[in-house]
C-alpha cells in the first residue's frame, strides 16, 4: 500500500505493460486532493511502484472520483503540474522527473 495517511486516498494500482511504460494510477475519492497531497500521494506510489520494475518507464497519474457510486468512466484526470506535465519514473536515470510535452 502507498500514499497511507491522505485525506480521500483510495488506491492505487500499476499497469505492468509488456511494451512501452508501465502506468500507476493513484484515485482519490469523495475528497478532492491539493495539488501537493496528489503529488505526494504520486511519488510515494511511484517509488513503491519501482520496487518491481526499474528497468521500465513508469508514468504516474492522479485520478478524482466525487462518490464511490459514480462510475470510473466518470473519474477526472488531475493534473497537479499542469496540462502537459507528467510525473515519470526514468529508468535510464534511475530518477523521478516531471516531463513536459511538446
Not at 502507498?2 to 505493460?17: D, P, Q, S
Not at 508501465?22 to 475528497?31: K, M, Y
Request: charged letters at 35%; one cysteine or more.
Amino acid at each position: 500500500m502507498c500514499a497511507k495517511g491522505i485525506e480521500g486516498f483510495k488506491e492505487a494500482e500499476m499497469h505492468l505493460n509488456v511494451e512501452g511504460r508501465h502506468v500507476v494510477s493513484v484515485r482519490f475519492l469523495g475528497i478532492r486532493p491539493s495539488k501537493s497531497s496528489a503529488d505526494r500521494a504520486m511519488r510515494d506510489c511511484l517509488d513503491r511502484a519501482t520496487h518491481k520494475d526499474t528497468k521500465k518507464d513508469i508514468v504516474a497519474n492522479a485520478w478524482y472520483r466525487k462518490s464511490k457510486n459514480d462510475s470510473p468512466a466518470r473519474d477526472e484526470l488531475l493534473q497537479p503540474y499542469g496540462a502537459k506535465t507528467s510525473l515519470v519514473y526514468n529508468a535510464s536515470l534511475k530518477r523521478m522527473e516531471l516531463r513536459t510535452k511538446r
